[in-house]
C-alpha cells in the first residue's frame, strides 16, 4: 500500500531532473577546469618511444642488425 503514491513522486522528480537545464557558466567552468582559451598545440609525450609511421603503406624492416641471425638458409 501507498506503492503507486511513491512510484509517482519517484516518476515526478526523474522528470524534473531530466528537463532541467540550468544555465551553465562556461567561464567558470573554464577555470574549474584549469584550460586557458588560447589553442596550445598538441605535443605528444610519447612519440618518441614509437617509430614514425611509415605513409607508404610498406612495412619497414626490423631494426635489429641481428634479427636474421638464425636463418640458415643463406
Do not use: C, H, I
Request: glycine fraction near 6%.
Amino acid at each position: 500500500m501507498g506503492r503507486g503514491r511513491q512510484k509517482a513522486k519517484n516518476t515526478k522528480v526523474a522528470r524534473e531532473l531530466k528537463y532541467f537545464s540550468p544555465n551553465t557558466d562556461l567561464t567558470a567552468l573554464q577555470a574549474e577546469l584549469g584550460t586557458s582559451s588560447d589553442e596550445q598545440e598538441y605535443e605528444d609525450k610519447w612519440a618518441d618511444l614509437y617509430p614514425e609511421d611509415d605513409s607508404s603503406g610498406a612495412k619497414s624492416e626490423p631494426e635489429n642488425p641481428d634479427a636474421d641471425a638464425g636463418d640458415s638458409t643463406k
